[in-house]
């Protein structure tokens, strides 16, 4: 009973064994790799301030590495790994304009119906749908006095460095100024 | 095939038994260890994404928070830091809300809370914990999918208060490479466990903040809290997640964590009135006028993300099968000892009446076959014994082949029963059929060459056979040699295993074994079954079996006590029991067809037989996950809680051992030993039944030798034969 005398069943399982064996082996490498890597840096993401119309965030949105230089100067270093250039929207408080408020962040957003954007995280310039949303950036420099104080102020962001046109969706002046 | 299993050359698997050395080659050796470091490796894992392994639950009390800049303090619900480092706050704008979801995803709210958001069309911002978005990846990418937005939520939802910068390091970096590999994204959004509104913020917690502000996340707290994961119901959510005035606010709710059936409920009505108000729904960035946190990952980021998605899948799926496998070989050893110790009880009280009787005494002479092979050591002891018979016995002594003289020592006892009959070396089997064919009377009983009786042992033994149903009896063979430790563990294993087993199978009626040490045949049952077979290496458990499938009844009589001396070293305790549970993994095999049989072999093959493999080899086999699992629970998880657990298995262990030696009235000194038996000896007994699997599954050849002599030998006709 059970005896093979041809060894086939034998070199069946050992075989079976050794592809089993080399999973096992395989499973314990591919956690080590997956364990071991992964960086706690974040991806840059720009918030664009009351100086700055969304056009930083316009390349923000393309991934946050490829922001224009003069934009960039003010906060970023050149490493993509730069904090959070939100010292952008409080650089200079004063120039609320209206072009400000077009936030790049419009740009192709549906202003007012959903349309449920693909993964923005892929395509960084397709925003997530919402409603038209208002920037913040107006209310910013009056909240956070202290922080705008010490950020260089940017020379460049006062105007515009992306066409307002860029935005997708109209500036939406209103009742999000008012108070 | 008959000589084959004394004689068998070596063939393709050599190693399986060499000359009196424990048997385990290498190849199988290293596959054994291979699978069971990844077994391992899935059981850390699971316990890693399950928080078991390396939790830490402690959550910080707010302290004072002198130190955090009051722009901060009294700024809005999202921070980031310049170039210089300094702190920048923002705050939504008027009439918007950004809907924020903590500790997600979560397979049971998760998809509901998106069903909601995408009915009425409004996106959500969730803040996803690490382990959950590793365990379900396809829910990160159904929230991207939304239009959603990802942030972290640190990998274990630990207080990051108390953590180090490596560990800090390391939750965030899994955590995104978590999402990396569910949906391709990494994230800039970031909100601390235990956080809420920015005035929270205290001196522990700040220089976190900021850490994570050099590394470029966005911190974001919370300006309304609706407390939902209180469940304070619908109407009260509603209202404490209403910001006053028509300010902007970032909302807390939670997707996970707990029942979150009144967030989903709340969420749409929240939704409406809002709206009513005149407020829009943004995710959380969008709200300040970026585009969105989440950004495309790639590279080696990506693929290690796979990577981790991938191994953690497994893991998922490996270890609720172990559970449940765990659990059915639990219950199934716990029925078993419910059922062993009911049916002994029953078996001891109903054969324990004094009225009880198998029929008239049986008086007629019996013939005791003694199978001998290089016994000079206990030959005389055996046959001596045999001649105190109370009963009239007819002594039958085979010596088969036997190079050290043993039938002339038999011979030279010169007793008057006793009869001599030499052959050539033809393995036991056949030296038992040589002695059944001699046997002049209808009943036999066959023994060992090395078992010793009582002089009552033969005559309790064919009590049984008054009953004209009754085959064959199986004796109450025990342990003579039980002063050494693994003497006393083989004991307790005679004791408790086989013959509290043997009430529980005679009265079952599926008895599998009956001993060869001591064992009750009615001559004709057995030639009319065929004999001894030589076709496994057990050929006790075959014909007993054989028996089965003719109809006869097979019972114990636990009064007729033979004593046997149990191998007394590893290495032929080894040898024994492989060649046991193999021998009986080849006598199942070979009677297989009983499963679909009719008649009285039908009954044996559905129900004995799926009790045995059940009982005899399932749940042994299975009995190294109970322990490994118990190692994991007492190492990584609970201590007090898997001891405690395995604790209460041995008890029960013990309780049935402790019956057993009272029914048999063993003393119970000897259970001392059963804790450390249930360490070692367990082990090395289902060490020993897988390696008896895995020779079965690969058709090796085995060469084998008796106890403490080799068996080497072979005339050259039997080396021919062999070599047929």
Redesign the interface.
């Known amino acids: 009973?059970?005896?093979?005398?041809s060894?086939r069943?034998?070199r069946i399982?050992?075989r079976a064994?050794?592809a089993?064996?080399v999973?096992?082996?395989g499973?314990?490498v591919?956690?080590a790799?997956?364990?071991a890597?992964?960086?706690?840096?974040?991806?840059?993401?720009?918030?664009?301030?009351a100086d700055v119309p969304?056009g930083a965030?316009?390349q923000?949105?393309?991934?946050?590495r490829t922001g224009r230089a003069h934009e960039r100067a003010?906060?970023?270093?050149g490493a993509a790994?730069?904090?959070?250039?939100?010292?952008r929207?409080?650089a200079a408080p004063t120039a609320v304009t209206a072009a400000e408020v077009t936030?790049?962040?419009t740009?192709g957003r549906a202003t007012a119906?959903?349309t449920?954007?693909?993964?923005?995280?892929?395509t960084?310039?397709?925003?997530?749908?919402?409603?038209?949303?208002?920037?913040?950036?107006p209310?910013?420099p009056a909240?956070?006095?202290?922080?705008?104080a010490?950020?260089?102020v940017t020379p460049g962001p006062d105007t515009p460095a992306f066409p307002p046109g860029d935005a997708g969706g109209d500036p939406v002046p209103g009742?999000?100024w008012?108070? | 095939?008959a000589r084959?299993a004394r004689h068998?050359a070596p063939?393709?698997?050599t190693k399986v038994a060499s000359a009196g050395r424990q048997a385990v080659p290498r190849?199988?050796l290293?596959?054994a260890v291979?699978?069971l470091?990844?077994l391992v490796?899935?059981m850390l894992?699971d316990g890693y994404l399950h928080s078991e392994i390396g939790n830490d639950s402690r959550v910080h009390e707010s302290g004072s928070s002198d130190r955090v800049?009051?722009?901060v303090l009294?700024?809005?619900p999202?921070l980031?830091?310049?170039?210089?480092?300094?702190?920048?706050?923002?705050?939504?704008?008027?009439?918007?809300i950004a809907l924020t979801f903590d500790d997600g995803p979560d397979p049971r709210w998760t998809a509901k809370v998106l069903a909601v958001l995408?009915e009425h069309?409004?996106?959500g911002t969730f803040f996803v914990v690490g382990q959950m978005a590793a365990r379900y990846p396809a829910l990160i990418r159904d929230i991207?999918?939304?239009?959603?937005?990802?942030g972290?939520h640190t990998f274990s939802h630990v207080d990051l208060a108390y953590q180090d910068r490596a560990r800090?390091?390391?939750e965030?970096?899994?955590t995104?490479?978590a999402l990396?590999g569910a949906?391709?994204?990494?994230?800039?959004?970031?909100r601390a466990p235990y956080s809420s509104e920015p005035d929270a913020v205290d001196d522990t917690m700040w220089p976190v903040y900021r850490y994570l502000?050099?590394?470029?996340?966005?911190s974001a707290f919370v300006d309304t809290d609706s407390e939902d994961w209180r469940r304070p119901g619908v109407a009260h959510i509603v209202r404490d997640a209403t910001p006053g005035n028509?300010k902007?606010a970032s909302v807390l709710f939670h997707d996970a964590g707990g029942d979150r059936s009144q967030t989903v409920e709340a969420l749409g009505t929240y939704i409406d009135t809002m709206k009513a108000k005149?407020y829009?729904?943004?995710?959380l960035?969008?709200?300040?006028?970026?585009?969105?946190?989440?950004?495309?990952?790639s590279g080696?980021?990506l693929w290690?993300?796979r990577?981790?998605i991938?191994?953690v899948a497994?893991a998922e799926f490996t270890m609720p099968v172990l559970f449940w496998l765990l659990v059915v070989v639990g219950a199934a050893v716990l029925a078993r000892f419910a059922l062993m110790l009911v049916l002994a009880r029953r078996h001891a009280r109903i054969r324990g009446r004094r009225r009880f009787s198998w029929g008239p005494a049986v008086t007629e002479p019996v013939s005791v076959v003694v199978p001998a092979y290089n016994e000079k050591e206990c030959i005389a002891n055996t046959v001596g014994s045999l001649a105190a018979s109370t009963h009239p016995v007819e002594i039958i002594v085979v010596d088969d082949g036997s190079t050290d003289g043993t039938a002339g020592i038999v011979e030279a006892m010169g007793l008057p029963r006793v009869r001599v009959v030499r052959q050539e070396n033809a393995g036991k089997p056949a030296a038992l059929n040589r002695g059944l064919e001699h046997a002049r009377h209808a009943l036999v009983v066959m023994m060992d060459g090395d078992t010793v009786f009582e002089p009552d042992t033969v005559h309790r033994l064919v009590q049984p056979f008054a009953d004209p149903r009754v085959g064959a009896v199986a004796g109450n063979a025990k342990v003579g040699n039980r002063s050494t430790v693994i003497g006393a563990w083989q004991h307790i294993e005679y004791v408790m295993g086989f013959n509290l087993d043997r009430r529980m199978y005679d009265l079952l009626g599926c008895m599998p074994t009956v001993p060869g040490a001591v064992g009750g045949f009615r001559r004709a049952a057995l030639l009319e079954a065929g004999g001894m077979s030589g076709?496994?290496l057990a050929e006790d458990t075959d014909v007993t079996i054989a028996l089965h499938r003719a109809g006869w009844r097979v019972v114990y009589a636990e009064q007729a006590r033979a004593w046997t001396e149990a191998p007394g070293t590893i290495g032929q305790l080894w040898r024994q029991r492989y060649r046991w549970s193999?021998g009986t993994?080849?006598?199942l095999?070979?009677h297989r067809r009983s499963l679909v049989d009719r008649g009285p072999s039908g009954r044996f093959g559905r129900v004995g037989m799926p009790l045995v493999v059940l009982f005899q080899i399932v749940t042994p086999l299975f009995a190294p996950l109970i322990d490994l699992l118990t190692v994991y629970g007492a190492v990584f998880v609970d201590p007090a809680r898997s001891l405690l657990a395995w604790a209460a298995l041995m008890s029960v262990q013990v309780l049935c051992a402790a019956y057993a030696f009272r029914l048999d009235r063993e003393r119970y000194r000897h259970l001392l030993m059963l804790p450390l038996q249930q360490i070692v000896y367990r082990q090395l007994m289902y060490l020993v039944l897988i390696h008896s699997c895995?020779?079965?599954?690969?058709?090796?050849?085995l060469r084998w030798q008796k106890l403490e002599r080799t068996g080497e030998v072979g005339s050259p006709q039997a080396s021919a034969e062999a070599a047929r």
């Open positions: 009973m059970f005896v093979d005398a060894g069943r034998a399982i050992r064994g050794l089993a064996g999973a096992c082996a499973y314990a591919l956690l790799v997956a364990l890597g992964g960086t706690p840096f974040a991806p840059q993401t720009l918030i664009p301030g969304g965030s316009a923000a949105g393309a991934g946050g003010a906060g970023a270093p790994h730069a904090p959070a250039p939100a010292a929207p409080v936030p790049s962040a740009k119906s959903a449920p954007a693909p993964a923005p995280g892929r960084g310039a397709t925003p997530t749908a919402s409603a038209s949303p208002r920037p913040t950036p209310r910013t909240a956070s006095a202290t922080p705008s010490s950020v260089p009742d999000g008012d108070d | 095939m084959t068998a063939g393709a698997i190849p199988r290293v596959m291979l699978g470091f990844a490796c899935v894992l800049p009051a722009s009294e700024g809005g999202v980031t830091f310049g170039a210089d480092g300094e702190p920048v706050s923002h705050t939504l704008p008027p009439r918007t995408r069309d409004v996106p991207v999918d939304s239009g959603g937005e990802i972290v800090i390091d390391r965030l970096a899994q995104q490479l990396a949906a391709g994204i990494t994230t800039s959004l970031f502000g050099t590394k470029g996340y966005i028509g902007g005149g829009t729904f943004t995710t960035t969008a709200s300040l006028g970026a585009t969105t946190a989440n950004h495309r990952a080696a980021e290690q993300g990577a981790l991938g191994v497994l076709d496994t193999y993994m080849q006598a095999w070979k895995v020779t079965a599954m690969t058709g090796g050849r």
